[in-house]
């Protein structure tokens, strides 16, 4: 069978994804670039904000358009209405969240033992984003109340990946050539509670137990660290990379938002961070225009963006989502307004990633490269990161997927990339 994968939404999904298209290999099926190809499809939602539900039902829509046999659906927006997913054409099966690891043998009829041994090697699975860094889901669900996210209605409580797993994840992915994996999870600092451990005890194992040139955290809660976590980046191979969603710079929002953090507590962790790793990138997540947020408000969370210097920021117009404290706020914001908000965040965090970016030129760096993006007289323009997350592109005579080289980092080019030289 031939069966195309993709995805709306986060690195969760991603890593999602890829544990589906490893299973499908192993099993004798064909993983297929197009929906044209394919004899089923696999879709993988969301439903973080009411844009990410319609690029949900989009993407469905477009994989049928296309000639996809039948879809499979499944993640946050099929958990969160399964009867309007079923109802769109072409959907043969809905599998909520609370199933997802049994999709393959519910949709498919295969069994656990038909991918007990599955294949690690770093090959492009076809359909999907393409990466070289492993993606490892080690957490789901979510036991915090925020009051805007939908989430924890559609992933269920925190549970935690045995130990154990993790590491056999690990070391199957580095057996294959993988230079890098990322840790996941809905929230991933909570990793162990159910386990009678902490992320910090799992970080410090695959440290010990495998030879990964590079280790990242995805998302971090603030609340879930403390200063002695970041006694972790004496290795250097965890890579110089924190981010902490903070979503307002507002003590009075964040208590609306029942986020267990301050600016004061925000601010001690930060410090703590670059104490150990000076040049650490910290990014974040900011929502624009939460119901009350007032012009004082919104000034305060520009001027703390500001302090912190964060790396980068991904910034969220707040929309409301049904089932959630927030939706049934008084003081809901215009729209126009929320979008304006969203509009001087994004280009206070694009000041201040150039900035970071910019301390970095003339230094040497190590890149792991992810993609061509083109290909001609010159050779290959080749992209990749670096461990604290810098885009960097440079052309190379060959293509060094899934390579590692160090690279001399020149002058920003058009976007967020660096032009690289390797030396």
Known sequence: MKVYLDMIGCRLNQAELEQFGRQLRAAGHQVTASPAEADAAIINTCAVTSEAAADSRSLIRRVVRLGAGEVVATGCWVSLAPEKAAALPGVRRVVPNAAKDELLQTAFGLQPADFEVEPVAREPLPGLRQRTRAFIKVQDGCDNACTFCVTTVARGQGRSAPLAQVLAEVQAAQEGGVQEVVLTGVHLGSWGRDLGLRLRDLVAAILRESDLPRVRLSSLEPWDLDADFFALWENPRLCRHLHLPLQSGSDRILRRMRRHTTRASFRRLVEAARAVRPDMAVTTDVIAGFPGETEEDFAQTLDFVREMGFAGGHVFTYSPRPGTPAARMKEQLPKAVRKARNAALRETFSGLAAAYRGRFVGQDALVLWE?????????????????????????????????????????????????????
Not at 381 to 395: E, H, I
Not at 401 to 421: F, S, Y
């Open 371 to 423: 993609s061509a993006a083109e290909h001609g007289e010159r050779g290959w323009l080749m992209r990749g990161l670096t461990d604290n997350y810098l885009r960097v592109q440079a052309w190379l005579p060959e293509p060094r997927w899934n390579r590692i080289d160090r690279v001399r980092l020149l002058a920003p080019t058009q976007g967020d990339w660096l032009t690289g030289k390797v030396v």
